[in-house]
């Protein structure tokens, strides 16, 4: 099979494209043969060496993937051969084929092709249980969103919108403000061109009710200000590569609650109808990932190196179909 391999810890170009034997299947796992996979910025830091958690090199990069079962090991539950997938790991996805257990993996919705649904998970979900379960998200509430033209973030103005909130979306360029207008935000914020401070102050006058920051660095201590007494920030990643420092007077004098988020910080039963809601956005097309960009396989590195610098709007794909 064709792989993209990461032979040693570096940048993105690094990542190279190779013939590989097929991965061997353990007892319980399925072989799915990949059609697209999704560029997440943790990809990036698995093959820098810089994740929080790390992956022994060589390895297959790759979290995210959408395809069809061709193989099984075992005892797979409901999934057989045939069953268009889509499935998340922390690496692997960016070969032709790869091994998952079938704890990974969900059935992708009839209708729903399989790009979008390899485009879907991990931003979405991310964002989502983040705001149901963790900003606490209700109709007609005010939330910032910062790095709103990346994965996480846009999905997270996409979800806003459909939860009946009112999405203040700060980023980098006019092309993804334009994008998160499209998606339904009612204010955007460009944060290379204004006092955002200022800028969040002039539309948010009584402040918001939660932030959601994946991007960190000097973006959030002017969205932490801008909420209203008792309102909530989420911590969800630092794709700024800088984590800030924040002053926790103000903390004190507004009563502010600060939490991070981990998939696994969510209680059962409200992770199983989270779960359950957002495959009903996403069958019923309320919902549907923003795929900014997509690269052949065998340009794999370039589409780490896109995710890398920034220039990702929405979602990056590889398109492993037609190998490339």
Request: hydrophobic share 50%; net charge negative.
């Amino acid at each position: 099979m064709r792989a993209a391999l990461c032979p040693a810890y570096g940048p993105p170009e690094v990542v190279r494209v190779e013939e590989m034997p097929p991965p061997r299947l353990a007892d319980g796992q399925v072989l799915v043969r990949v059609d697209a996979a999704a560029v997440n910025f943790p990809d990036v830091l698995l093959i820098a060496g810089d994740y929080q958690v790390s992956v022994p090199a060589p390895f297959v990069p790759g979290s995210e993937f959408a395809g069809r079962i061709v193989e099984t090991s075992g005892d797979t539950g409901e999934f057989a051969v045939g069953d268009r997938v889509t499935g998340t790991g922390m690496f692997g996805a960016f070969a032709e084929l790869v091994a998952v257990p079938t704890g990974g993996l969900a059935r992708i919705p009839g209708g729903i092709a399989t790009a979008a649904a390899a485009a879907f998970g991990v931003a979405h979900r991310t964002a989502y249980h983040t705001l149901r379960s963790v900003a606490a998200i209700e109709a007609g509430d005010d939330l910032v969103v910062l790095g709103a033209g990346g994965g996480v973030g846009l999905a997270a103005v996409q979800l806003g919108v459909a939860l009946g909130a009112r999405v203040t979306a700060v980023a980098s360029t006019p092309e993804k403000l334009d994008v998160a207008t499209r998606y339904g935000a009612t204010n955007v914020i460009g944060h290379r061109d204004v006092d955002v401070r200022a800028a969040l102050r002039a539309v948010l006058p009584e402040g918001a009710a939660a932030v959601v920051d994946p991007v960190g660095g000097a973006l959030s201590e002017p969205a932490l200000r801008s909420l209203r007494r008792g309102g909530r920030f989420v911590t969800v990643g630092y794709a700024s590569g800088e984590i800030p420092r924040i002053p926790l007077n103000l903390v004190l004098v507004k009563g502010i609650g600060i939490v991070g988020f981990q998939f696994q910080d969510v209680p059962g039963a409200e992770f199983a109808r989270n779960e359950g809601e957002l495959h009903e956005l996403l069958a019923t097309g309320r919902v549907s990932p923003h795929v900014g960009a997509t690269y052949p396989l065998a340009e794999a590195a370039a589409a780490l190196r896109h995710v890398a610098d920034g220039r990702a709007i929405g979602k990056v794909l590889i398109d492993v179909s037609g190998v490339g």
